[in-house]
């Protein structure tokens, strides 16, 4: 059970500040793979780095709504980065489910699904920005091109590329079709793969693995998600072969997962490792994250049904060391804490699932669990105590809903009462984390946001 402070109220303002302890039993979220609502993720190892394209939620009215497309990076698996859009700044077009990213010709090719269309971008960098195969970018009003694809309901591309160097794109609904050289559309009819299920399907992955082609797919929706695959070890159009256990992964609510649903399949270069990283819908909506889980094969191919857990896979690449978070130690406040949230689950026998917002939620090194202030603070601001003067290099803020910007300022003090600024910006900016490097002697760090949503996923001291 998490301890916090009543509110305290005087006049219907907020009197004083919140505090709270450690959180005694960990929260109903785990510990996701991104610091933020990130679900349909294409995680890929390039040169080095993980880059995850995905959908950006977390912005309210269901499906009618999408965040900014950003493109999130990682060097261990662990710390996760952006920087800015990976699409002009007049691009104003709902923006899903992007595909991995396809190389051809010394440029990338993502296939993110817009207003609800299949469509084609391209561009020079990983990090975009992305541009329309024409080069107009005429963003507004949805003025994309859609793919030249039959586009009833058609979600979820994902483009393979054979050993032969050929390309094909598979999609919703299990369908698939092979692209012309350039990409710029198909090169033949759309087949539709025979997988024996009658279900909705979207999200789909494919993959080759010691010559044994991979198609994965979701059934159903929701908290009803489960993920599906078929093999062959023919040739990418078959015959294919049904597993006896083909759902490999499916809803488990001992272990606080509702809906596996679309994402991905991660081979690091040079391993025979692999990872499946999918949304889960235990937040309701358009609230969802993403986690990852360890993969296995048995001896003949086929995919050991995975045993899912909501703790993550940890580092799956070293990287120098980082310094030692001196927040995990800290005591949080706040200057107020957002009700507690009970998510309304549809599974049977489902437990009680409440989202809390305690200050020191941002301190607990999880990215499932957040502090919110309550919609009614005018001057949000978030407090650690470190216990004693510290000497200090640099702070990181991974700030909830980072895709739409945030302003803030950030103070430190020795005794809590005298302040002095140590980082932060006036201006909007779209990042994850935001860093201030400053060696310093500090007891206390301030963090007031001016702008943006008014939550931390986590806050870290170095």
Not at 68 to 82: A, G, L, Y
Not at 213 to 222: E, F, S
Not at 324 to 329: G, W, Y
Not at 422 to 448: E, F, M, N
Request: proline share 8%; glycine share 10%.
């Amino acid at each position: 059970m998490i301890l916090r402070l009543p509110f305290l109220f005087m006049g219907g303002l907020l009197a004083s500040s919140i505090s709270s302890l450690t959180a005694a039993t960990p929260t109903p979220f785990g510990r996701p793979l991104i610091p933020d609502m990130v679900p349909d993720a294409s995680v890929v190892d390039i040169d080095g780095v993980f880059y995850c394209y995905a959908t950006t939620d977390g912005w309210g009215q269901h499906l009618s709504t999408s965040g900014t497309p950003v493109v999130w990076k990682s060097r261990d698996f662990v710390n996760w980065s952006f920087e800015g859009s990976i699409f002009p700044s007049n691009f104003n077009t709902k923006y899903w489910a992007p595909s991995a990213p396809v190389k051809h010709d010394g440029r990338y090719y993502l296939f993110p699904t817009l207003d609800g269309k299949i469509t084609a971008a391209v561009s020079n960098s990983l990090t975009g920005p992305f541009h329309t195969l024409d080069g107009k970018d005429f963003f507004p009003d949805s003025g994309w091109t859609p793919y030249p694809i039959p586009q009833g309901s058609s979600i979820d591309a994902e483009v393979f590329r054979d050993d032969d160097g050929q390309y094909y794109m598979f999609y919703s609904r299990r369908r698939m079709v092979k692209l012309k050289p350039d990409l710029s559309g198909p090169d033949g009819p759309i087949i539709n793969l025979n997988t024996g299920d009658t279900a909705y399907s979207e999200g789909p992955a494919f993959f080759k693995r010691k010559g044994i082609y991979y198609y994965l797919y979701t059934l159903g929706g929701g908290e009803n998600y489960s993920y599906a695959y078929m093999m062959s070890k023919t040739s990418i159009t078959g015959p294919w072969e049904q597993p006896a256990e083909k759902i490999i992964a499916k809803t488990d609510p001992s272990v606080g997962i509702y809906g596996p649903g679309h994402g991905s399949f991660l081979n690091p270069t040079g391993t025979d490792d692999w990872y499946f990283i999918h949304l889960e819908y235990g937040r309701g909506s358009t609230n969802r994250q993403s986690y990852a889980q360890k993969m296995t094969f048995n001896a003949d191919g086929t995919i050991k049904p995975m045993t899912l857990t909501n703790q993550g896979v940890g580092a799956i690449r070293q990287v120098p060391p980082r310094r030692p978070n001196l927040a995990l130690t800290g005591t949080a406040t706040a200057s107020s804490v957002r009700p507690n949230f009970n998510v309304r689950l549809s599974t049977p026998q489902a437990p009680e699932r409440i989202e809390t917002f305690a200050p020191d939620l941002a301190t607990d090194d999880s990215y499932g669990s957040r502090w919110m202030a309550n919609g009614n603070d005018t001057s949000p601001w978030w407090q650690i105590d470190l216990g004693e003067a510290r000497d200090i290099v640099g702070t990181e803020a991974y700030f909830v809903k980072p895709a739409a910007g945030h302003a803030y300022k950030l103070e430190s003090s020795l005794d809590g009462k005298t302040w002095s600024s140590y980082g932060g910006h006036d201006d909007v900016i779209l990042r994850s984390p935001h860093v201030d490097k400053k060696t310093a002697r500090v007891r206390y760090l301030r963090l007031t946001i001016l702008k943006g949503e008014p939550g931390l996923w986590e806050f870290r001291v170095y």
